[in-house]
């Protein structure tokens, strides 16, 4: 139980496109979505908080018009980069909040490459 | 704010051989603290957690993690390593398991085996 599904796992988009990245609780209900950046060999940065039928929250220094957070529902939360360049290439991680005690599921990962 | 440090960037170890990774955390009340693992390209995988009670904390695949508040830390440990150790791991502190409060996590500690 208690499965997180993001895809896609991988995509590669030329520079100047939009990509979507969507993440699915599948048997539980996630009010809270945490959206996290990974730079090779490196630890994971928050990126934002979205809480269901709210806006985002941004860490400071991520830009919110560029990572569009939706969190439409409490099984879905969706990350779009827009206007996608180069240094936006990493590998993007979503975790879902289960609630009190019940700890984080996170997704499988999208490495995104954008050439 | 509260902040994890994990001193070892890279760890090798022989299979069989016990294994021990550190993590201190500064926050200034009781942390929730977290293991997660990570297989290259993947998610993670959470392998146990300390919301509070007894200090000494047992997780999945034979791992296990003692809570020292003196010491402020929550290392790591199997007395066992398998070849399917080999990942990297992340020790991660948050401020509440409720809803809503987000991980901070470490910089990492990869693990190599050796056979």
């Known amino acids: 139980g208690a499965v997180v599904s993001q895809h896609p796992s991988r995509v590669i988009c030329k520079s100047g496109t939009s990509v979507k990245i969507e993440c699915r609780s599948l048997?539980?209900?996630?009010?809270?979505m945490f959206w996290y950046r990974q730079f090779p060999k490196q630890s994971l940065m928050l990126m934002a908080t979205?809480?269901?039928?709210?806006?985002?929250?941004?860490e400071q220094g991520v830009e919110k018009d560029k990572f569009l957070i939706n969190h439409a529902s409490l099984t879905l939360s969706t990350l779009t980069v827009t206007s996608a360049h180069p240094e936006d290439s990493s590998f993007y991680i979503c975790?879902?909040?289960?609630?009190?005690?019940?700890?984080?599921?996170f997704g499988s990962g999208t490495r995104l490459t954008v050439v | 704010a509260q902040s994890v440090t994990q001193p070892d960037i890279h760890i090798t170890v022989s299979e069989g051989a016990s294994l021990e990774l550190r993590c201190n955390y500064s926050?200034?009340?009781?942390?929730?603290l977290f293991w997660y693992v990570q297989s290259p390209g993947q998610g993670l995988q959470l392998l146990l957690k300390?919301?509070?009670?007894?200090?000494l904390v047992q997780g999945i695949k034979g791992f296990e993690a003692e809570f020292k508040r003196s010491q402020s830390s929550f290392n790591l440990r199997k007395p066992s390593v398998h070849w399917s150790d080999a990942a990297e791991y992340f020790c991660?502190?948050?401020?509440?398991?409720?809803?809503?409060?987000?991980?901070?996590f470490g910089g990492g500690t990869r693990v190599l085996v050796k056979p």
């Open positions: 979205s809480n269901e039928g709210s806006k985002a929250t941004y």
């Open positions: 048997d539980f209900q996630a009010t809270t």
């Open positions: 975790s879902a909040d289960r609630g009190p005690g019940g700890g984080y599921t």
């Open positions: 926050y200034g009340a009781t942390p929730y």
């Open positions: 300390y919301f509070s009670g007894d200090t």
């Open positions: 991660a502190v948050g401020v509440s398991p409720a809803a809503g409060n987000k991980l901070t």
